[in-house]
């Protein structure tokens, strides 16, 4: 997967040369069974404790893959205190969650499974109920070749399907390539991305998902204590709202924003954002010219039927 | 050991070399391929590690940065580092280079959290730098509206800003701690214009974002590049090199032993070689050299040596009555007897030379002489008897000696001439060589002869003692040599019976003779040997010939030799009898030259007796012969034997034996052979 990674890197630099974003690649490798049995996973609400949620449930594809709610509701109406990130391109990012806990989706995948607050089954009883479905069974030993369902195989194929989850030929993806061109607006946004700083954190492949940087970084912004910041894997106060920085494709289509889901609109993301972690107010006219470059990176969003 | 044994013992020790050169062999192989493999693995590695260090260099720099660049770089990194500990040569030789490894990874792992840090850290303190230039820009715009005492101020935040990115050029932590003051002042200073004083809050802002990054940038970037991680991998190489060096030595000590085995199989081959040439010289059932040891010795030597050649008399007797196996024996004892025999100061060396023939060969001192050497040989030989199976078989040897070269041959040949003297020494009075050379030549001459029909038979007129007419021819065989003169048969006879042609030469005469004769009216007599008598093919021949001529047997009498009839009586017996039945008649020839046996003359009914010529060739002055000879006759008359006397080659012999009343006469006195009948009919 990384050498994989690492190839489309280099090949996409080659398309343009010094751009600090590259595109997404038309489509990569992907095991087709595996795949196939964990979309139907995805999709099933029996991974959760009281059958009604499932991972698509927070991370919807009418949602750009994420929740359109500040925070996401659990089983039992349990409140999480996150805004779910979306799952779409999740394949670039170089970890997994807020704050990197998780080293790649498989690892991620069973953590919403079992956490009390989102579909709250144990893993154990999740591997049951799968094991005494007929179907399900027949289907993941014809896979792996083992009778008995492991943790590991549902996370594997899970993971696979998400891999699935990518959004190429973004406008901006295009324009990368030299198919097409962007508006003036759309130009000057991707300008001022560029020379304010924006894209200092904001960059590569998935503009975004592959460095760590404080949010509110010049001014500072408020913490709520129990965040699942990296202070809270590392305990070092340097590591005080600092989260993995998020993808910005699709981001038209992902709000609400940041962390905590606080921020409604793309205008007041981005007026945040200049003025917490770059410390400037700009005017509307930039602000607009921002929000025309982001729309370019909306891609072609993955179907349910697929 | 069998040569097979040989075979197989030195065929599977090269098998084994074979196998251990393959097995070496592809150890090696096995071993520099894998070495160079991972000191290549090793090698990329620092690349990595290099390329990484100097991207980061490249995102100090540069302003824009992709972040994707560093996370492949450290992906790559570690699935390098773990890669080691997957291949089998490292798991199972290099455990000590592993831990170094693991030591690595270790190091790694904290250089990967220093990098997160990094670029968290880099992109403010980037932005923050750039914030303040382009703070600067806007403040230079604002430049009207800025009061004369705010001018101090402001050119604070000139100083400042100036300082921050010499700072940051120099990358000296210290230049930044000397700006603590100025901010401070800065601080609590109000700018008259809001504008400005907005602006200058804001640079502000960035001013102590710098301050406190910037010390942070300083700490993270000798984090990442702490020596530790090189030193690491270096250690985790030098350890590589240690434990291959270890592996190399069991190469090593392999090729030791392939040397040794290569030593042992040449050795081996070498032993045999020389045991067989060992071998190759000895004879086996004896013990003692063989002729080819012999052979070797005397070639190309100035030694004076000298030979004595020891042969055991009628061996071949020896072998058929006692066995095979006693003939064995007694050659072995004969042998030990031989070795045990003393010959101080001449380096004797012995040898078996034949199946009976044993050789000594020693350096003749001059102060001793062949002579009594032989003598001490043949003495010291017999002195004690040999005894096998309880029985005395001392052999009875025959010992010869030479000196004159070549020893073999001149040894041999005096062995061969069957001397009576024991021990006999060579000398050139023997003229050996020239006998064989003249037999060589005789037998040739007599080839040829036969070739071109030059053997003939020649006829002697035998005379009436009464008349002196001609009774009949004596048939007389001769060859007629290249010189045209003819010459008696006698001297080729002992070589024609050796070289087979005897019965060719009886053949040869009778034919002739019979057919001349056939056409005479007189009788003829034809000398018969033993030979002769007791081979079929000749018998049916005689009768042939006999059959041919019809009532040509009544004219023909054989003449027999007296020592021969009485050797072999039956076989002249039966002869006598067959020829009897063509009429033929028998005489005795050189009656009276050796033992005379009446007795048997007179069974086997002979016709006629030859006085032996050596009796009457002086016969007129020798009495004893004349005694003999009258005795001859008185029987002979008594018995109704006819008479004939040989020799008689003067008118006194012819008178003498006239008055003894001999019946015919023979010789030179009266008629030579000639080679036609001679006729006296007128």
Known sequence: MKFLLSMLFCFSLFLNANEPITPIPEAIPYDKSKAALGKKLFFDTILSKDKTLSCASCHSFSHGGADGRMVSIGVNNTQGSLNSPTVFNAVFNFSQFWNGRAKDLAEQALGPIHNPIEMGLSLEEALQRLQNDAQYQKEFASITKHATITQNDLAQIIAEFEKTLITPNAKFDRYLMGKETLSDEEMKGYMLFKTLGCVMCHNGINVGGNSYQKLGAIIPMERKDAIDDRYALTNRESDKNVFKVPTLRNIALTAPYFHDGQVATLQEAITKMLYHNLGVNLSDETVDALVAFLQTLTGDIPTTNQ | ?682
Request: charged fraction near 20%; charge should be negative.
């Open chain 2, 1 to 682: 050991m069998r040569i097979y044994q040989k075979l197989f013992l030195t065929s599977a020790l090269g098998l084994i070399a074979l196998v251990s050169i393959f097995i070496f062999n592809s150890f090696s192989h096995h071993y520099f391929t894998k070495r160079n493999a991972i000191e290549l693995q090793f090698k990329s590695l620092e690349i990595a590690e290099k390329k990484l260090d100097y991207d980061i260099l490249h995102d100090t720099f540069f302003l824009y940065v992709n972040h994707d660049i560093l996370n492949q770089h450290i992906a790559t990194i570690k699935e390098m580092i773990a890669q080691f500990s997957t291949i089998p040569v490292m798991v199972e030789s290099h455990q000590q280079t592993l831990l170094a490894l693991n030591e690595h990874s270790q190091a790694f792992e904290k250089k990967i959290q220093a990098i997160y840090d990094f670029q968290t850290n880099n992109t403010v303190v980037k932005n923050a730098t750039a914030a303040i230039v382009t703070m600067q820009q806007r403040l230079f715009q604002l430049n009207a509206l800025v009061l004369p005492e705010d001018r101090q101020a402001l050119n604070r935040i000139n100083t400042i800003a100036g300082t921050i990115l010499l700072a940051k050029n120099a990358q000296d932590v210290h230049i930044i701690n000397t700006l603590h003051h100025d901010i401070d002042v800065l601080e609590t200073y109000q700018f008259h214009d809001p504008r400005v004083m907005e602006l200058a809050k804001t640079t502000l802002f960035h001013f102590n974002v710098i301050v406190e990054a910037f010390p942070k940038f300083i700490a993270i970037m000798s984090q990442i590049n702490d020596p530790v991680l090189v030193q690491t991998l270096e250690h985790a190489k030098t350890l590589f090199v240690q434990e291959s060096e270890a592996q190399l030595k069991s190469i090593t000590h392999f090729s030791y032993l392939l040397v040794l085995l290569y030593l042992i199989s040449i050795g081996m081959i070498t032993f045999f070689l020389f045991k067989s040439e060992k071998e190759s010289r000895m004879d086996a059932l004896t013990q003692l050299a063989n002729r080819k040891a012999y052979e070797e010795k005397i070639a190309h030597t100035n030694t004076p040596f000298a030979l004595i050649l020891i042969n055991i008399k009628k061996f071949k007797h020896y072998n058929d009555f006692y066995g095979i196996h006693a003939g064995d024996r007694l050659l072995q004892e004969t042998a030990k007897r031989i070795t045990r025999i003393a010959l101080p100061t001449m380096n004797p060396t012995f040898y078996r030379l034949g199946a009976d023939d044993f050789g000594i060969l020693f350096e003749l001192p001059q102060t001793h002489e062949l002579k009594t050497i032989a003598d001490t040989v043949l003495y010291e030989f017999s002195k004690e008897p040999i005894i096998i199976d309880g029985e005395i078989r001392t052999p009875t040897i025959a010992v010869v000696a030479s000196a004159s070269t070549p020893l073999l041959e001149t040894a041999d040949m005096v062995l061969k001439s069957k001397q009576q003297t024991n021990p006999t020494l060579y000398n050139e009075g023997f003229n050996l060589r020239e006998i064989i050379k003249d037999n060589v030549t005789k037998v040739q001459e007599l080839k040829n002869a036969f070739a071109e029909n030059r053997i003939v038979p020649f006829y002697q007129p035998i005379v009436s003692g009464d008349t002196h007419r001609i009774e009949k021819y004596e048939v007389l065989a001769r060859i007629i040599l290249p010189d045209n003169h003819a010459y008696s048969i006698f001297p080729y006879l002992r070589i024609a019976k050796e070289a087979n042609l005897y019965s060719q030469l009886t053949k040869t005469i009778i034919e002739q003779s019979f057919a001349t004769l056939a056409l005479s009216d007189k009788d003829f007599s034809i000398n018969l040997s033993i030979n002769d008598i007791v081979n079929h093919e000749t018998v049916l021949m005689i009768c042939d010939t006999l059959e041919r001529y019809p009532r040509i047997g009544e004219r023909v009498i054989f003449e027999l030799l007296e020592s021969e009839a009485i050797d072999d009586y039956n076989a002249i017996r039966d002869f006598i009898t067959k020829v009897r039945t063509y009429g033929c008649r028998i005489a005795i020839d050189d009656f009276g030259s050796g033992y005379s046996n009446f007795a048997h003359i007179l069974n086997l009914s002979i016709d006629i007796i030859k006085i032996d010529g050596s009796l009457i060739k002086n016969i007129d002055t020798d009495a004893k012969a004349n005694t003999i000879v009258e005795t001859i006759v008185g029987f002979a008359r008594n018995t109704s034997i006819k008479t004939v006397a040989e020799f008689v080659h003067t008118k006194a012999i012819a008178d003498h034996v006239k008055n003894l009343c001999i019946d015919e006469f023979q010789g030179f006195y009266f008629y030579e052979p000639s080679s036609t009948p001679i006729n006296d009919d007128n």
